[in-house]
């Protein structure tokens, strides 16, 4: 069965500097692999989204990640953030069995002004 | 595409009662999921439905959960008998299941069971 681990559960950066969290998953095939956003109270925003081809992938608000098949990761990173960023992130990887997503636990990150 | 609703948004109920949950998904969607979502942890997977049929439910689901999707549109989560451990967000995901297509979710359903 896969998994998703996110080894850091609260990330603190200043506003302007870069962020990079990190994301491990198993899975025995080619991964399909996502990351979402999520505000206080809210649902999961899709940042980002690995199907093939190109590692690096550009998302929304300036976000990246790079898909890493001899790491087994698949890390977010921006290089300049803003206070709007502060949020919980997620790392989900996308099953066989119609698709359904295992999330990692999240990250939750604070940004200091 | 007004985007994948939920309703209610919160929920608080007492020990022992019934509650129901919808969900609207994105109208040319044909998939729909169902996660929960526990304070601090990330979204875990309950059910999904193509179209009208259930094809899969995770063994998070126990006897006391059931889902309905019976025209293929909205869907229905129901948890009979609730219990404190059943506090959590639902949330309610759609996708188009043609070739790889990300999951798009709703706001999340708020359980407080008291």
């Known amino acids: 069965a896969q998994s998703v681990t996110q080894p850091d559960i609260h990330i603190t950066v200043s506003e302007g500097a870069s962020l990079e969290l990190r994301c491990n998953y198993s899975y025995g095939a080619t991964p399909y692999l996502f990351w979402y956003v999520q505000s206080p109270g809210q649902g999961l925003q899709l940042l980002l989204k690995y199907f093939s081809g190109d590692t690096l992938v550009q998302g929304i608000k300036g976000f990246e990640a790079e898909f890493k098949r001899s790491q087994s990761s698949f890390n977010l990173r921006k290089p300049s953030v803003h206070w709007s960023d502060a949020a919980e992130y997620f790392c989900?990887?996308?099953?066989?069995?119609?698709?359904?997503?295992?999330f990692g636990g999240g990250t939750r990150l604070m940004v200091k002004p | 595409d007004t985007g994948v609703s939920q309703d209610p948004r919160h929920k608080i109920t007492k020990r022992g009662q019934n509650v129901t949950f919808r969900c609207d998904p994105i109208s040319e969607h044909n998939r729909l999921y169902w996660y929960r979502q526990t304070l601090g942890q990330g979204p875990e997977f309950l059910t999904y439905?193509?179209?009208?049929?259930?094809?899969?439910k995770s063994r998070l689901l126990s006897d006391r959960f059931s889902a309905e999707r019976p025209k293929g549109s909205f869907s229905t989560l129901e948890i009979q008998r609730t219990e404190q451990g059943d506090s959590a967000m639902y949330l309610c995901?759609?996708?188009?299941?043609?070739?790889?297509?990300?999951?798009?979710f709703g706001p999340g359903t708020r359980l407080t069971v008291t």
């Open positions: 989900a990887v996308e099953g066989n069995a119609g698709n359904m997503l295992t």
């Open positions: 995901a759609s996708s188009w299941d043609r070739g790889r297509n990300e999951q798009y």
């Open positions: 439905f193509q179209n009208e049929a259930q094809l899969e």
